[in-house]
């Protein structure tokens, strides 16, 4: 099966590009985003994958306000041959200038929500350590995830209004992955297996001249799985990065730690403190404070009917709005979020987001069942 990346010299394998390497149904390539006003005024999301063995693409877009709705659009189809084709009925992402601008429209649907808006890179592109989580004997993740962080412009329209998004206002994360992770419907047949915990922890956050970036995931017991922290510079403008893809100058620390306090009775962070630990054992403490909550359940995150790589049709169209407020937190589907967060140092003021998820049992924070909340 060919497609017409094959007439570029990119090859990794001996087989045509729309041949992945490993036969794991779960295999996927994702393209996602946030925006978020400096101010905590609005966040809104962006996702959209490709599931080759599954023959699936599917996409979201979600936006929410304070004391507000939290809208939803949702579409899949069959997916294409050619994987520029990065589109679900109304809804499309354009790669505009590779690592450097993309852009992202959503037209009339029954949802009513639309936008048109345009991201534009701050960050060389970063990539994260590789990814690999098991289960027993099996690779149930074994992702590569690339980040840059940069600023939007553009427009959005929803149910409740509409917001005009400013670049000197909204800034947001591009995070380009693929590999292998579980998604879509779960297989059937063999050995019963007892059912997998997680806990996930992600803190993008935007200084005045840079970036800072923590990645963790943890065991049951707060044993350290995927561990990463770093910084980067941060360009006045898209046109001021240098050539090239990366520029060099991304500093990886030597460890992280994190400390999260949890809302009483829920997973949700309260706040939370992330240690960077550079190379000569020098402890930067930044303190965070949430201001406006999403839920990723609004990307498909843990859908209960939109999840990620499950065949809804030749082309399927949804939407939903939801007061975020009135959720049970406890409840599967809404334990992975997004917070925008104020950030500081003790020294300098930032911002950013903390993405979050734990199911099942995690000592450090004392949950013991797979969906008890944190004691008051």
Known sequence: MLNKFDDYPIHQTAEPLAHPVTSDRNVYDRTWFNGYARDGSYYFGVGMAIYPHRGILDGAFSVVQPNGRQHCFYGSRRAP????EMQVGPYRIEVVKPMR?????L????????CELTFSARTAAIEEKHQTLWSGARRVMDATRFDQFGRWQGWIRHPDGEIQVDEEVCLGTKDRSWGVRGVGEPEAGGAPTRPNGIFFLWAPLIWEDHITHAIFF????????VREGLEAPLYPSEAA?????EDGFCQRMATAAHRVQYHPGTRLAKSAEIDLVDLHGKTRTIALEPILKFQMKGLGYLHPDWGQGMWKGELELGGESF?????????RENLHVQQVVRASDGESEGIGVLEQICIGPYAPAGFTDFFDGAKG
């Open 81 to 84: 041959t050619e994987r520029s």
């Open 101 to 105: 601008q993309a852009r992202v429209v």
């Open 107 to 114: 037209e009339n649907n029954p949802s009513g929500i639309t």
């Open 218 to 225: 943890d065991g049951p017991h707060g044993e350290q799985l």
């Open 241 to 245: 990065l240098p050539p090239g893809s």
């Open 323 to 331: 007061d975020p407020r009135q959720l049970d937190m406890l409840a």
